[in-house]
């Protein structure tokens, strides 16, 4: 988007380009200040200052504030047709980010939904991919938490019966020792395979689930 060639730049926004875009809280000091007087600009100034705000949210990590302007500016994006900014494809970042946030706030559903949209806009992206199975593997069910809850009980049982091997078998019944040593590791090695094994099989999934969806979107873009 371009200034438009007939009109002036306004004051206000000449003020606003004067503040180095890394000083995130000046920008949003600024904006939230003058907020009503920004709404009241020609609408190109209003859209990059309000795009610019919303980038200084994100990168600051005001997470829920970036949620909630971020649908403002997807949705002036699609009212005004605006579909690349800058250089950039505004849609697509602004949803990206918006999941990002949703992620920090641990909304993992919520940031799936979004990433499987932008992958059935752009199932080609790497970073859509990456992320969605990111997101996934937060997104942990109960039986994965029920088999990581089962592999930590058995660990603690380890370090029980290690304590036990030490202070109580070894000094008084050393005829068990083998026994509590061979009962010892196999505890530990079912504790193991427990939690690599649950984990390894849930991530497999997420890979899989994301890779068809993949195929599913590029076949669709293909067909239209």
């Known amino acids: 988007?371009?200034?438009n060639p007939t009109y002036s730049v306004s004051k206000l926004y000449q003020s606003f380009d004067l503040i180095d875009r890394t000083a995130h809280h000046t920008i949003i000091r600024f904006f939230e200040d003058k907020v009503e007087e920004i709404k009241a600009l020609e609408y190109e100034e209003y859209?990059?200052?309000l795009v610019t705000y919303v980038q200084a949210l994100f990168e600051i990590g005001a997470y829920q504030k970036h949620c909630t302007m971020a649908d403002v500016v997807i949705e002036a994006s699609i009212i005004n047709n605006v579909n690349v900014f800058q250089g950039i494809n505004l849609f697509?970042?602004?949803?990206?980010?918006?999941?990002?946030s949703l992620y920090n706030l641990q909304h993992y559903s919520e940031s799936i939904h979004i990433l499987t949209e932008l992958i059935k806009i752009n199932p080609t992206e790497p970073n859509y991919k990456a992320f969605w199975i990111r997101n996934q593997?937060?997104?942990k069910p109960p039986l994965l938490r029920s088999f990581q809850g089962i592999s930590i009980t058995l660990f603690f049982l380890t370090i029980i019966m290690i304590a036990i091997q030490t202070f109580y078998v070894e000094p008084f019944r050393p005829d068990y020792i083998n026994l509590m040593t061979l009962g010892r590791n196999y505890l530990f090695l079912f504790a193991t395979i427990t939690l690599v094994g649950s984990d390894g099989f849930y991530r497999l999934k997420a890979i899989y689930q994301v890779n068809q969806l993949i195929g599913r979107s590029k076949e669709k873009l293909k067909r239209s």
Do not use: G, S
């Open 1 to 3: 988007m371009e200034f």
């Open 47 to 49: 859209f990059k200052i």
């Open 92 to 100: 697509e970042k602004t949803l990206f980010q918006k999941a990002a």
């Open 137 to 139: 593997i937060q997104r």
